[in-house]
């Protein structure tokens, strides 16, 4: 498959997409123009100089973020409802003088929750809405400057904080005080009540403790990290506790894997590729990690590099890596791992695309703007190049999205514009909204999830560009369900006037068995029934699950059509007829789109995808609001059908067995029509069973079918994949439809 270019669609558009997070740059930019909360600049620098920011390709724009000018204290006040802060006792007048530290509660090393295979599961297969959680364990200058006033060297990385404050002790204390009190087991708790079922959690290799830093640019400072790692498995317990996935993420690695200063170091060096020593540390660090966590419930991965140069090795690298990691236990086979693509998409689209094990590609999408002219481009142009159908960003994802069976992840984003962007606005919030949400909306739809960068800044109150809290409700939603309120009223009332209409409402009432997000006790999502490999097998739950249920049953056809049908035909089949397999009961007209419009979001008119070559034979994905859309259409259909199923249903099974009876033959199926029906039903017990767990939504569906069918081993006929995948995700639809009905039913309340 070929996929777009990205740099060349976004050159034509008069747009550039970031080759790395914001470079930090302290007080005014020469050249720059920015907005009035702090936004992004532009400053165009020669090839020559970006070779090592670019891995080699010579060609960038390199994108700022001005801190300001004062002075910067530990304290910050925090815009989140959970009213957390973080106060200190260092300052820039007092930089090398602190208060000696000791934690309130001594931090110990935990042990974590015993393993749960089936709520792991759940964990690292779902769609994920999640939050950076932003220089926490991995220091950046331009996020949290108070705790480099004191620091040494070029006061830019995580190095240069630990070798500085005039001893090692000393900077230990100033970063176990950053650790207890940059983000707390409240803010756990906030993010929970918003939505946010995931968080990204950067570390350093630093961070396991000083084993680890021997033999590395850290071994001299490693007693500073002597409690860390306690702090990063605590950290990973909150999030267990309010039911939050964490992907952990390697983002400083030994030698640095980037010569950016959020590697860890900031000498302008990358030494890891080119050095076997450093290659073989970090797989050692790798590997212990594996150790550590592939066992954690809710650990839904170990992300292997943040932002690699794009050398020619880093293939092999990632294949050398993932080898050795495969192997560190039976869990580690089949955990996922995530693969940075080092801002070039394509390449490792084609990668993903090659492994049959469960990786995953992470895009990190940063905007800003090139040349002079283009700094002028409105910030409605960045919406367009959002919007399916346009041939740009959106297109480029959903490509690679195809190409990878939708392991893909777009793990680094804001809502960062140029003053520039704004300036002929004639509703600049409106505009910045649309802008941030736009991407919010196409990464949901086209992958399997995203993560803002980043959840705080020392500057929140005025930043509604790179910290979450400030822009939650603001330049965000206000909420992050997995099943957003503005559908469930689409259900209720009629179709929006948009399917992309924006989700603000708080929906924290919608559960499925979890106590509320502001309490404590119990808040742990269920647990769920071991079926990843006996789904659609007899389950009274399953059976039970609604009076709208649909049955894994037929109806009459032509039993000739049938065993003539490929599975290309069931496929790729976009219209109704006497020879089509429908189950019994299930709904054609919003599921047929929905299920065969490969990742096509947000359309006007779905069957017109046909004529546009989208409609593919992948395993397709549309829009919560999209079928809400569809869904309202027919709602009056559907609602019979939803009334008649059972019954119907029964019906069926009662004439089959009355046949018998009377000495006529059972109906039987063919092998293609036992593939249809057990997909069908495995997808209708995926919704629910992912709905029951927190109310989150299946997300890695590729990965999935692929899992599901090699834990079935001979259940599916070889051949016949082709039609359990195409059914599996018409149940899915279907089910999760169901599942709307279902909360619509709940926020109405009783009749």
């Known amino acids: 498959m070929v996929l777009i270019d ?49 891995g080699g390709s010579g060609n960038g724009i390199i994108a700022a973020v001005n801190i300001g000018d004062g002075n910067f204290t530990t304290s910050s006040s925090d815009p989140s409802t959970d009213g957390s802060s973080s106060t200190g006792d260092i300052t820039a007048q007092d930089a090398c003088s602190i208060t000696p530290y000791t934690p309130p509660t001594p931090v110990i090393l935990e042990p974590f929750a015993p393993y749960d295979a089936n709520k792991a599961l759940v964990y690292r297969y779902r769609q994920q809405q ?14 949290n400057p108070s705790l480099f006033s004191c620091a040494s060297g070029n006061k830019q990385a995580e190095f240069d904080v630990a070798n500085g404050w005039g001893s090692v002790d000393n900077a230990r204390q100033v970063l176990e005080r950053h650790w207890d009190e940059w983000i707390t087991e409240d803010d756990f708790k906030y993010l929970a009540s918003i939505g946010i079922n995931t968080v ?183 919406v367009a190049s959002l919007q399916p159908g346009q041939g740009s960003l959106s297109n480029q994802i959903i490509g690679a999205s195809n ?55 020392e ?41 992309s209409q924006d989700p603000t409402t708080d929906t924290s009432f919608l559960s499925f068995g979890t106590s509320s997000p502001s309490n404590d006790n119990d808040y742990s999502p269920p647990t769920t029934d071991d079926w990843l490999a006996a789904m659609g097998d007899s389950d009274p739950e399953f059976d039970q699950i609604t009076e709208a249920l649909a049955t894994t049953e037929f109806d009459t056809l032509p039993a000739a059509s049938a065993a003539s049908r490929t599975a290309d035909d069931a496929a790729a089949d976009s219209s109704m007829s006497t020879t089509t397999l429908w189950p019994a009961g299930s709904t054609p007209s ?22 546009t070559g989208a409609r593919k034979r992948s395993l397709g994905f549309t829009s919560l609001p999209q079928r809400a859309f569809l ?10 059908v939803a009334r008649s ?21 059972a109906v039987v199926y063919t092998p293609e029509q036992a593939a249809i029906a057990k997909g069908y039903s495995d997808g209708w017990k995926a919704a629910k069973t992912f709905a029951a767990f927190n109310n989150s939504r299946l997300g890695f569906t590729g990965q999935f079918v692929s899992d599901a069918l090699n834990a079935m081993e001979n259940k599916i006929v070889s051949g016949d994949e082709g039609f359990y995948k195409t059914w599996f995700m018409k149940g899915l639809a279907d089910g999760e439809v169901q599942v709307i009905k279902l909360l619509a039913m709940q926020a109405e309340g009783p009749q």
């Open 6 to 54: 990205l740099q060349k669609v976004l050159s034509t558009l008069g747009l550039v997409s970031s080759i790395a997070k914001p470079i930090p740059v302290v007080g005014g930019l020469a050249g720059g123009l920015l907005d009035s909360a702090g936004g992004v600049v532009s400053g165009v620098s020669s090839g020559g100089s970006l070779n090592g920011l670019l």
């Open 130 to 143: 999640s939050v950076n959680l932003g220089s926490w364990f991995v220091q950046e200058q331009w996020m």
């Open 200 to 382: 990204r959690l950067p570390i350093g290799y630093w961070s396991l403790g000083p084993v680890y830093c021997q033999g590395t640019a850290f071994e001299s400072v490693s007693a500073a990290y002597v409690n860390s790692w306690a702090r990063v498995v605590r950290a990973i317990n909150w999030a267990d506790k309010y039911g939050l996935g964490v992907l952990v993420d390697l983002h400083g690695a030994p030698g640095s894997q980037n010569a950016q200063a959020h590697s860890g170091v900031s000498d302008g060096q990358q030494n890891l590729f080119n050095n076997p020593t450093n290659v073989q540390l970090t797989i050692n660090i790798l590997t212990y990690l594996a150790q550590q966590l592939v066992k954690v419930n809710n650990v839904v991965g170990i992300q292997i590099l943040n932002e690699p140069s794009n050398v020619d090795s880093l293939p092999s690298f990632y294949s050398q890596v993932l080898g050795v990691l495969r192997q560190v236990s039976p869990e580690a086979a089949v955990f996922p791992f995530y693969l940075n693509d080092a801002f070039d998409m394509s390449r490792f689209a084609d990668y993903i695309s090659t492994r049959k094990d469960f990786v995953v590609l992470d895009h990190h999408s940063y905007f800003v703007f090139g040349d002079a002219n283009s700094q002028a481009t409105p910030a409605s142009q960045l």
């Open 403 to 457: 190409e990878g069976r939708r392991n893909i992840v777009i793990d680094e984003f804001s809502c960062a514009l140029s003053g520039q962007a704004l300036s002929n606005s004639q509703d600049q919030a409106g505009d910045r909204r649309q802008f941030c949400t736009g991407q919010m909306e196409s990464y949901t739809n086209a992958t399997a999830g995203y993560s803002f960068w980043s959840y705080k800044t």
């Open 459 to 499: 500057n929140c109150a005025s930043d509604v560009n790179w910290c979450f809290t400030s822009a939650v409700g603001n330049t965000l939603p206000s909420t992050f369900f997995s099943y957003p309120k503005t559908t469930i009223q689409a259900i209720q009332g009629g179709a929006p006037s948009s399917p």
């Open 590 to 611: 919003v599921a047929d789109d929905s299920a065969q419009a490969a990742f096509a979001v947000d359309a006007p008119n779905p069957g017109q995808l046909g004529q």
């Open 631 to 640: 869904l309202s259409s027919s709602l009056s259909r559907h609602r019979f």
């Open 645 to 665: 199923t059972r019954s119907h249903s029964r019906r069926h099974s009662k004439a089959v067995r009355r046949d018998v009876a009377d000495g006529e033959s």
